[in-house]
Every structure is written in structure tokens, then in C-alpha cells.
């Protein structure tokens, strides 16, 4: 918990929602980037049909945005006034670790707004902010980590962090290795 922020009974329990949201929207931006991955490369196509996959995606994003902005409107419900609006929305106004977090939510929203506009914009300008999900995926982990160290709970959390983390790195790593190396090195079998 951060303890150094909670100064009233109300205020350690909004931490505390705000923690577990924050951890919530962590684990969920890992899945829904491994899940992305896998639905847009086919290589869970076999498993059922192309919508259910895209379905659990936009599940999974939706969920993960959700988290991630109750994580940021439980920081504006501290009695401390900790933060304030600015801080929680408009980047560059408090030190770069709450950058990192706006940054991460603002990209992955529009990587999600993209997608209900895809209709009325061109193939490769909808792809190219999409992919603002990756930059926004990286920014999302540099603000957990540097989060939980500032709370004191690094130690604690480290372990499940990197487990979600490692698949969701090498997924990501792997999705722009050319189909030709990847089946060449036994990875996808040639179409």
C-alpha cells in the first residue's frame, strides 16, 4: 500500500482500490497483448473462428482500459488531494514514472478508438494506431514497475509481473520476426 500517501482511514482504502485496479489493468494490457498477437498473426485460428478471437481481444482491451482508468480516478478520490486532474491526464506535468501511465493509457485508448473508427480510415492509417499499443504496452510496464517501487511493494509483485510480462515481450518480439524466420526456425508452419 502507499503508505506514504495514506493519511486518513478513506484514503487507505481508495489506495487500495487504486492498487488492485492498477495490478488488474497490468495483467490484462500482458494478456490482451499476447491474445492481439495471436489473433492477428492466426496462429490461434484453429481454435475457433476468427470473430471469437477478435471478440476476446476487444474484451480483454476493454477490460484492461477500464482498470486502468479506475486506477486513475481512485488517485482524484484521495482526501489528501494528493493528485489532481492535470497531473492524472495531461503527461509531463508531474515526474516521467506518471508520464509513463498516462502516456500508456492515452496511446492504448487511442488504439481502441481507432478500432470504432476503422470504417472511415484507410487500411494502413488504422494499423499505424493500432500499433501505438505497443509503445503504449512498454510505457504501461516502465510505470508498474517504477509504481511499485515507489510503493515499497516491488519485492512483493516482481514475480507475477514477470510472469506476465516474458510471454507478452516475446509474443510482441515475435509478431514482427518475418513469417520466413519464424518458419524456418520451426515456429509456424509454411502457408
Given amino acids: 500500500m502507499h503508505s506514504y500517501l495514506a493519511d486518513a482511514g ?15 489493468a497490468y495483467a490484462l494490457m500482458c494478456l490482451t497483448l499476447v491474445w492481439g498477437v495471436l489473433t492477428s498473426t492466426g496462429w ?17 482491451a476493454t477490460l484492461t482500459l477500464a482498470f486502468a482508468f479506475v486506477h486513475g480516478v481512485t488517485l482524484l478520490m484521495l482526501d489528501s488531494g494528493a493528485w489532481g486532474f492535470a497531473e492524472v491526464v495531461v503527461p509531463f506535468t508531474e515526474s516521467l514514472r506518471y508520464t509513463f ?11 481502441s478508438i481507432a ?11 488504422w494499423m499505424w494506431i493500432h500499433r501505438l499499443a505497443y509503445p ?6 516502465v510505470h508498474a514497475f517504477f509504481g511499485a517501487l515507489a510503493a515499497g ?20 518480439l515475435l509478431r514482427f520476426v518475418p513469417a520466413r524466420t519464424l518458419s524456418a526456425a520451426g515456429l509456424v508452419e509454411d502457408a
Fill in 44 to 60: 490461434v485460428s484453429r481454435l475457433t473462428g476468427r470473430e471469437a478471437l477478435r471478440g476476446a481481444h476487444q474484451t480483454l
Fill in 10 to 24: 478513506h484514503d487507505s482504502g481508495v489506495l487500495e482500490v487504486s492498487t488492485l485496479s492498477a495490478r488488474l
Fill in 136 to 141: 503504449a504496452f512498454v510505457l504501461g510496464v
Fill in 115 to 125: 478500432v470504432a473508427l476503422k470504417r472511415w480510415m484507410s487500411y494502413w492509417r
Fill in 153 to 172: 511493494s516491488l519485492a512483493t509483485v516482481w514475480l507475477g509481473g514477470i510472469t506476465l510480462l516474458v510471454p507478452a515481450v516475446t509474443v510482441m
Fill in 101 to 111: 501511465g498516462t502516456l500508456a493509457f492515452e496511446g492504448m485508448l487511442a488504439a
